[in-house]
């Protein structure tokens, strides 16, 4: 495997196996792992619980909902991996939470380049469906879709896993 | 930049970067920019004006609600570009305009190689969700994947755009 | 074209052009198909005889809706391709029919590297969309997900379809 460059992101339908290609790319190294889920229902805690019994223990688990880039901010040192899951996730709270999404977006997306990596960030394509009947959920198809390629052009590395296969859409490393 | 090919189909989910990506493949080029999209309600006038804007000066908007196969033949000039955004857009119209689909989309793949290029059709993927309650929605993925085949097969270049990155299914150029 | 590795999965939303993918790469040899549909309807029963109409006179027809791993054991002979179409229907009418899906999944993934070939596995993409409202699409789409990274990780070949167009996602013959 490869170094980790700076900024990775890593897409997937659900349950594409998108989470474990990135554990994976991780390896066993000390690791930062920010989750966005929140344990609001007993799917969610299983859907949780489930992840976390996929890692290793050299993983510092840290919960960041709402303030992602807060996080980041606060755990990013050079040469220790951070895995970010999940981005739709965030969006999600971001929206729930009734704060503004593209301004939360682009405070990441200037935070982004100005920290150390190597960072990670997983995150589920949604907008390959039929369109969604709800308003709600068509903008959260855009802010993803928005965040999604705002990503992808800071990134070096930016893979679409497919049944836990990758392909690579982007490697400048 | 290569030159364009004759036909050139650009696929990708909601938000994917498809229409701009297809856009910059066309550059500074004057060029004929086909709207299939009606602004019957705000929330889609204000997609139309958000696209309208990231385009230049060089181009001449036509609006092809229902009748594309017409304005394609109408406005092909050899030599300058023609954008169609978007086949699916295009295909809900027809289906609540209650337009025979099949038959509209054999014109359009009867017409497409007698015409003078460089044409590049935008679509978006819709068929990687859950089946759809509904029979029309059904209907609609059905019309959509069966016109995205029948146009990858006369196309010299397919390409499905993820998070604004191009990843080239088909290139005969 | 290539010989037919002992295992090959065909991915791809609906209407994707999987099928007719599949059914290339089989050619006009001796086959067997193993349907996992159920006509229970009138829209069902179409989409069976569109699929039919489009086979050679050279395939037998087994339908398998429930004990698709028994069909398969039953029918693999050594160099006489078989094609199950499709997985996602065979996991949806497990879910009907109230069976232990996790189970039955396990129960095929053992079997499948027993088995002779060539095997050709065909599914559908179906968590690249919005997250569904019903806990029950939910747990569909995780199965399915799930499924899907079990068999590309025995696979030989993981084909992904896009507009009929093929993608290799995994490649070891």
């Known amino acids: 495997m490869t170094a980790l460059p700076r900024l990775t992101l890593v897409l997937g339908g659900a349950r594409s196996g998108k989470s474990s290609y990135a554990e994976r790319l991780i390896g066993g190294q000390e690791a930062v792992y920010i989750a966005t889920a929140q344990a609001l229902d007993a799917e969610m805690t299983e859907r ?3 992840h976390r019994a996929g890692r290793g223990k050299a993983w510092t688990t840290v919960e ?3 303030e992602l880039t807060d996080a980041l901010a606060a755990h990013a040192i050079a040469g220790r ?3 970010v899951d999940c981005m739709t996730l965030w969006l999600s709270n971001l929206i729930l939470a009734g704060r503004d999404v593209p301004a939360a977006c682009a405070d990441l997306i200037e935070a982004l380049p100005t920290l150390p990596g190597p960072i990670i960030l997983v995150s589920n ?8 009947d709800n308003a709600l959920a068509r903008a959260f198809r855009d802010h993803a879709g928005r965040l999604h390629q705002a990503i992808a052009t800071i990134a070096q590395r930016v893979v679409l896993v497919v049944a836990g296969l990758p392909l690579a859409m982007k490697d400048q490393t």
């Open 64 to 66: 960041a909902p709402l």
């Open 48 to 50: 949780i619980a489930h």
């Open 125 to 132: 394509e949604v907008g390959w469906g039929i369109v969604p």
């Open 81 to 83: 991996p951070i895995l």
